[in-house]
């Protein structure tokens, strides 16, 4: 046989994965119970609220960081704005019906002078808040995975 055969016939092989691999992994997936999203196994709208009341009160209290939100957490109406977007922000990321409307992170924390001393605590707080409510560690790490990604636009990229 030719190379050019060899090839055609390779090429004609692979073709015919890409067709036929789609529709047996379609076929599967209905037969195979699709996992909840991040969003309904953090609790839903009820529980990510909770999450993030919760977040927002050690955020306020921690004088690591506290600094950071005073102006956000002693004006009611930016503490609501504040609390909406965090709110968006994990229902968006964890799979949830949300669209997160707040600006992005680069441009949010702009010259505000958060290093990664700062950025910890304030994962430390979230885990906190989760762990408070009882959140299990996979939930809890792969919502840590989504939002750490973050991190060099909020804390400058300092090291």
Known sequence: MSSFARHTRFIALVLAMAVTLPVLAA?????????????????????????????????????????????????????????????EQICQASGGPCKYTGKDMKTAHEGMGIKTEHFNAVVEDLTAALDKFKVGENEKNQLLGILGPMKPDIAGGDE
């Not at 909770?50 to 960081?65: I, K, Q």
């Open 27 to 87: 076929a599967s997936s209905t037969t195979t119970p699709k996992q909840k999203s991040l969003y309904l196994r953090l609790g839903g709208k009820k529980g990510v609220t909770a999450v993030v009341n919760d977040f927002v009160t050690r955020l306020s209290s921690d004088t690591r960081v506290s600094s950071f939100f005073a102006a956000t957490t002693s004006d009611p109406a930016r503490l609501t704005k504040f609390k909406a977007h965090l709110f």
